[in-house]
């Protein structure tokens, strides 16, 4: 029998009533976080992609990681030549999350596909922090930090720096504090569990989070507080695992080779300078050092730590994309300890916690004026220099499938379609081709240099291009 309807007079059924001009629908907010990261992610699609085209590569990182991508695609073992003939990438950095880039990699076999999928993966970072920040402050507040964030130093550099695993692990952070942040501490947790297969470090990152978790929530949640200690022993026990066991047995010295980095480092004193500053960059442009009232700023203790007791001091300041994963943490560090400050019964507190979102958001347009997006304002990013289609024609003399040895500057045109080894580390492999980035004439006599390298094998030179080189061997060892 069908429920029963209650009748309603004409009369009484209200009229509705169209909102103000000028107010948009309150369900239309929700695609702010969608909005932003879809401008985000042109901007940065656009400066890594501008630096490709540019043949400006920083590093061999790119190559390395199109070698893991190929071979992945292929479904062969994650092998990276350039890191010496058969060299298993496993061995050096425990990445399987790489994986995930092989099918479009397999559609699109170019380095362009690595970095646009590492621009979405930090766009969509966006979408969790402004949404967290927006739930808990307000649609404008929350745009705002969602902002600061995408523009975030740490972000920027990143995304300047070729490709790196860390773009799986900012989103993944990002929506796991989301949660964390909104009380669903199950899903903060599940989120962050796939950082085991990010990278190596990031065990502890994880276990930083489900200390936090078994924090928040010790007093109106405690059956979940064992669940989320048991996560925390998880995460330490996998790093550890994984530099003791895993690693090692992929390397071929049988050791994880970045230890000498730890074991070198001297005193925690060394470089305090750029630690310090980089703990401000981190805290003050960023947050306005309110981040500081916020335990979610523990999950970057983690990272800082084994950067700041490295011996090498190329971890220690702001360069790189080694901030990237800090930056989700102390923006929503900042969202949360926000939300306590805006109702704090001391007014110069609670003020400034009302204007803090602006003023960050305003940070982060006025120091973008000379960090990488900054060339979204420059004609010459969206264009391919003509030296560079030069220096392209020479390289596409070298055939599909043949043995290159290379420096960085040709390295990103060849691992697609060659078999690319580092400048010096071919472990007695002869290459069919040497090809030289030679611009500040490095290698006055590149046939000699090729003899050195090779000293039973010729080389002559096969072609030239605005400052490369590239060689070919007439002679077998």
Not at 105 to 130: E, I, K
């Amino acid at each position: 029998m069908p429920a029963p309807t209650l009748q309603v007079p004409e009369a009484h059924i209200p009229t509705p009533v169209a909102p103000p001009r000028g107010v948009r629908h309150p369900d239309h907010a929700r695609w702010d976080p969608w909005v932003l990261a879809a401008v985000l992610f042109a901007a940065y699609a656009a400066i890594s992609v501008g630096r490709y085209r540019h043949m400006a590569s920083l590093s061999w990182d790119l190559g390395i990681f199109e070698q893991v991508v190929r071979a992945y695609a292929h479904l062969r073992a994650p092998v990276s030549d350039l890191k010496g003939p058969g060299f298993d990438i496993l061995g050096d950095h425990f990445s399987p999350v790489t994986a995930l880039l092989a099918p479009a990699y397999r559609l699109f076999p170019s380095p362009v596909t690595l970095l646009v999928a590492q621009a979405a993966l930090f766009a969509l970072s966006a979408v969790p922090v402004s949404r967290a920040a927006a739930r808990l402050l307000g649609r404008h507040r929350g745009l705002a930090l969602g902002l600061a964030y995408g523009l975030s130093w740490g972000v920027q550099r990143a995304v300047d720096f070729d490709f790196h695993e860390i773009c799986f692990a900012v989103p993944l952070i990002a929506f796991s504090l989301e949660a964390l942040l909104a009380d669903r501490r199950g899903a903060a947790l599940c989120w962050a569990l796939p950082l085991v297969l990010v990278k190596e470090d990031l065990g502890l990152t994880l276990a930083a989070i489900a200390l936090v978790v078994a924090w928040r929530a010790r007093g109106s949640s405690p059956r979940t507080v064992p669940y989320a200690l048991g996560v925390a022993v998880f995460g330490v026990a996998a790093t550890l695992l994984v530099l003791t066991v895993v690693i090692p047995s992929f390397n071929t010295s049988g050791a994880y080779d970045y230890w000498e980095k730890v074991s070198e480092s001297g005193s925690p004193f060394d470089g305090l300078d750029t630690k310090l500053r980089t703990l401000a960059w981190l805290l003050i442009p960023t947050t306005g050092l309110l981040a500081l009232r916020s335990p979610l700023l523990l999950v970057a203790l983690p990272t800082l730590g084994w950067r700041f007791l490295s011996g090498d001091d190329h971890y220690w300041g702001t360069d790189w994309h080694y901030s990237a994963v800090l930056m989700p943490v102390v923006f929503l560090a900042l969202a949360d300890a926000l939300t306590a400050a805006r109702r704090s019964p001391r007014p110069w507190l609670s003020s400034y916690a009302a204007q803090l979102p602006a003023a960050v958001a305003a940070a982060a347009l006025a120091l973008t004026t000379s960090l990488p997006l900054a060339q979204l304002t420059e004609a010459g990013i969206y264009r391919k220099p003509a030296a560079v289609s030069g220096v392209e024609g020479l390289l596409a003399r070298i055939p599909d499938g043949a043995t290159v040895e290379a420096n960085i500057g040709p390295i990103s045109r060849l691992t697609s379609r060659c078999r690319v080894f580092w400048l010096g580390n071919t472990q007695g492999v002869s290459p069919q081709y040497i090809a030289l980035e030679n611009v500040d004439g490095t290698y006055r006599d590149p046939v000699a240099y090729a003899g050195d390298l090779h000293p039973g094998a010729r080389y002559a030179v096969a072609g030239t291009a605005n400052g490369y080189v590239v060689l070919e061997r007439l002679t077998a060892a």
